[in-house]
């Protein structure tokens, strides 16, 4: 009698144990949806669960711990344009041409992200993914480099920073007053429905509110089928504006209203995966381009206890809160290891079963093991550019830097450092206690890995420095 128990049983669990084993697999699963969520200028400590005192952020919160919040996790470079460059093509942007002595692209640049290049939504089209670009763009807004030609079959969003086209009428002051009038008509940036611009200037005021119906709507709309949103908040870059709802709500002011609302975004987006019954098949990243706009005072955020913000190779100005989400496919926690915004190019290729480009050097690696609890991260070391220049390498805990700068301070600032500055960053996230002098061998080191990198890099033509002749 106990025989036949036993077997029933067997015949009754078993394809809930084979269920159960394969819960954390992401070969077990069919292509999952892929969720980018970027945000502009958001500091590493300006969310709660990364340690504001006054900053609410309910659904990043929850979105944390339910999910894998990432403490080391980095971008390709310290201002708009090469970051973009560096997560939408998993390349550095020394290797994609989208750095130069002008440090972004402006309305009067000509260049822009060249089709030679292989974006992550070319690479995951050929998988059968839809894809949308929602947001900020800021790699070319001549027609040839917008989303729609590099993979995006949509595009919703300002195609340059929101303190462009700034038309110094009579009424024009200064930021902070356009910013408390909500005067958002003095930047006269051009809102864009995939070719053609249907409103401007953009009304700032809404233009959180619009960018998270936009993505909704494309997620309801491609359920079906697997999809890639790039959903790129132009927030909190100055200019800040709210919706109505948020004005005048957070105990931080302006500055935590607008994070406020973009925590708001992001629980509109959960919510619908959650509704439609595919949260359990999208993998959700949250993070940013580059770190705080120090320079605005209140109207710029906080790298928490990382030193300085944009515009450098400080950690505060290239690494970033990050949050990774997929309930039951990975496990919730804190990860150290290190990561990129580069890496989420071959982890979606590997997920969606997309070929990864074999025809170029490729700077992303795969996080599957860190997400999946694998094994060691495949990341060792981060190379942290300013323009076309290496200023510091960081390999495994410790950075070295060669050149430091402030983030706007002009050659005054400017300093080579032989032998260069060494922080350990597990001891020292700060960067303020130099400890080169007791570790030449890890100096050594770190300039042999500056020598196979520079021995294989091939530099293009700046496309940020292509600009209509005066």
């Known amino acids: 009698m106990s025989f036949k128990i036993n077997l029933f049983l067997s015949v009754i669990l078993l394809p809930v144990l084979l269920v159960n084993s394969c819960k954390n697999s992401p070969e077990s699963s069919t292509q999952p949806n892929i969720v980018i969520i970027f945000c502009d200028d958001l500091g590493y400590g300006d969310l709660g669960t990364f340690g504001h005192p006054t900053i609410r952020t309910p659904n990043l919160d929850q979105m944390a711990e339910e999910g894998q919040k990432w403490t080391n996790f980095y971008v390709g470079a310290s201002v708009c344009t090469p970051s973009r460059a560096a997560l939408i093509t998993g390349r550095l942007p020394i290797r994609n041409g989208m750095c130069g002595n002008r440090r972004v692209l402006f309305p009067n640049s000509i260049g822009g992200l060249q089709k030679s290049e292989i974006t992550i939504a070319e690479a995951l089209k050929t998988s059968g993914y839809a894809t949308a670009c929602v947001g900020?763009?800021?790699?070319?807004?001549?027609?040839?480099?917008?989303?729609?030609?590099?993979?995006?079959?949509?595009?919703?969003?300002?195609?340059?920073?929101?303190?462009?086209?700034?038309?110094?009428?009579?009424?024009?002051v200064n930021h902070d007053h356009a910013m408390k009038e909500r005067k958002y008509q003095f930047y006269n940036v051009p809102l864009m429905r995939d070719r053609e611009i249907i409103e401007r200037p953009a009304v700032q005021t809404t233009i959180t509110k619009r960018y998270t119906e936009e993505s909704v709507k494309f997620i309801r709309e491609n359920k079906e089928n697997p999809f890639f949103l790039y959903l790129a908040h132009n927030l909190p870059h100055i200019p800040l504006y709210t919706s109505e709802a948020f004005q005048d709500t957070s105990l931080r002011g302006l500055y935590g209203d607008v994070i406020e609302e973009i925590d708001w975004s992001v629980g509109q987006v959960l919510e619908t995966l959650r509704n439609e019954?595919?949260?359990?098949?999208?993998?959700?990243?949250?993070?940013?381009?580059?770190?705080?706009?120090?320079v605005f005072d209140q109207h710029g955020g906080s790298a928490g206890l990382l030193r300085e913000g944009k515009g450098t190779t400080w950690e505060g100005g290239m690494r970033e809160p990050t949050i990774f989400w997929w309930p039951g496919m990975i496990n919730p926690g804190v990860v150290a290891d290190m990561g990129s915004t580069m890496d989420l190019f071959p982890t979606a290729c590997k997920l969606a079963g997309a070929d990864f480009p074999a025809d170029r050097i490729m700077d992303g690696v795969d996080l599957s093991p860190s997400l999946f609890n694998e094994g060691e991260g495949l990341r060792k070391t981060m190379f942290y550019y300013r323009r076309t220049e290496l200023y510091a390498v960081r390999k495994d805990m410790y950075k070295a830097h060669f050149i430091t700068e402030s983030a706007y301070a002009g050659d005054d600032n400017l300093m080579h450092h032989n032998p260069p500055l060494l922080f350990h960053l597990g001891h020292d996230p700060s960067e303020k206690y130099n400890i080169a002098?007791?570790?030449?061998?890890?100096?050594?080191?770190?300039?042999?890995?500056?020598?196979?990198?520079?021995?294989?890099?091939?530099?293009?033509e700046s496309q940020l420095d292509r600009k209509k002749s005066e």
């Not at 917008?146 to 300002?158: C, K, M, Q, V």
């Not at 019954?277 to 120090?294: I, K, R, Y």
């Not at 061998?441 to 021995?455: F, G, K, P, T, Y």
């Open 277 to 294: 019954g595919l949260a359990e098949n999208t993998m959700v990243v949250f993070t940013s381009d580059n770190g705080p706009w120090l």
């Open 136 to 172: 900020k763009w800021h790699l070319g807004h001549l027609p040839e480099y917008l989303p729609t030609n590099h993979g995006f079959d949509s595009y919703f969003g300002i195609p340059y920073s929101n303190d462009m086209d700034l038309e110094r009428t009579e009424d024009w």
């Open 437 to 460: 002098e007791d570790h030449p061998e890890i100096i050594a080191d770190i300039m042999l890995e500056v020598e196979r990198h520079q021995s294989e890099l091939v530099i293009p």
